[in-house]
């Protein structure tokens, strides 16, 4: 790898850790940025993401659990959804062609930013009504599956699902650091097995992801909850417009 590209790489690992230790969705940039600027091939980006995504699911499960920002009982039922449905959609990813699966993601991402911008009024006593562990593990279950299709690491499913049910925004955003760590490990496991983690790459990647996470989980921390949840609207949407251009380009 040349020296430019070395820290290019890493200057997009630091940007994109920003986003992901501020709003949680951030990884959905990365394996565009890896296929199409640097013309990694899809697969090696998804693993290379899915790797650096471990350092980063550390850093924001250790701060945003400082804050008081994740809640555990909920969590615990999220991750055993998840994590063994990452190491499964890690093999079953290699043959799945990303495009339609991507504009449903995008659609659902977008309804949901829609729908925190037209309720703004989202407490933190919403979480309540997120008890049952069936239906935790179901969430769990689509997010390590849609997480290991896409290299995004969990936020890009489970930050907009609960934006959905109305649970405050760094809630939201740390059940998707929370969830990281475990959907990114099993994830790489698996891609281990199959031959397709290109560890310098993903070592640069994640060079840059725990610099950015770092800083991007504790600037999240500085505004309000009503501030981060008009925020994580607004990303939604965009990200969700971001997708869907991608999938038709």
């Known amino acids: 790898m040349e020296l430019f590209t070395f820290f290019l790489l890493g200057g997009f690992g630091v940007f994109v850790g920003v986003l992901i230790g501020c709003v949680g969705i951030g990884g959905v940039l990365l394996v565009p940025i890896l296929t ?18 471990m350092f980063s699911g550390v850093i924001g499960t250790l701060i945003y659990a400082k804050k008081g920002s994740i809640k555990w009982p909920q969590t615990i039922w999220l991750i055993i959804g998840a994590a063994p449905a990452a190491f499964v959609g890690a093999k079953v990813t290699l043959f799945i062609p990303g495009q339609y699966l991507e504009i449903l993601i995008a659609l659902f991402v977008i ?9 703004q009024k989202s407490k933190e006593s919403n979480l309540k009504n997120i008890t049952n562990p069936y239906a935790l593990l179901s969430i769990g ?6 997480s290991a299709f896409t290299g995004t690491g969990g936020p890009l499913f489970i930050v907009p699902i609960m ?12 059940f998707g650091q929370a969830i990281q ?3 990114a490990s099993l994830a790489t496991f698996g891609n281990f097995l199959y031959g ?5 790459v993903g070592g640069v990647i994640a060079s840059g992801i725990i610099v950015g996470s770092t800083l991007g989980a504790k600037l999240a921390h500085l505004f309000s909850s009503a501030i981060m949840n008009r925020i ?3 990303v939604l949407v965009i990200v969700g417009l971001v997708m869907i251009s991608r999938a038709f380009w």
Request: glycine share 8%; net charge negative.
């Open 36 to 53: 199409y600027i640097f013309h990694i091939d899809i697969h090696i980006a998804i693993a290379a993401a899915m790797f650096s995504y």
């Open 196 to 200: 397709s983690v290109d560890l310098i």
């Open 163 to 174: 934006v959905y049910l109305k649970v405050a925004a760094h809630t939201a955003i740390g």
């Open 232 to 234: 994580l609207a607004l």
């Open 141 to 146: 279950v689509v997010t390590g599956i849609g």
């Open 181 to 183: 760590l475990p959907i």
């Open 111 to 119: 309804a949901a930013g829609i729908d925190a911008m037209r309720n």
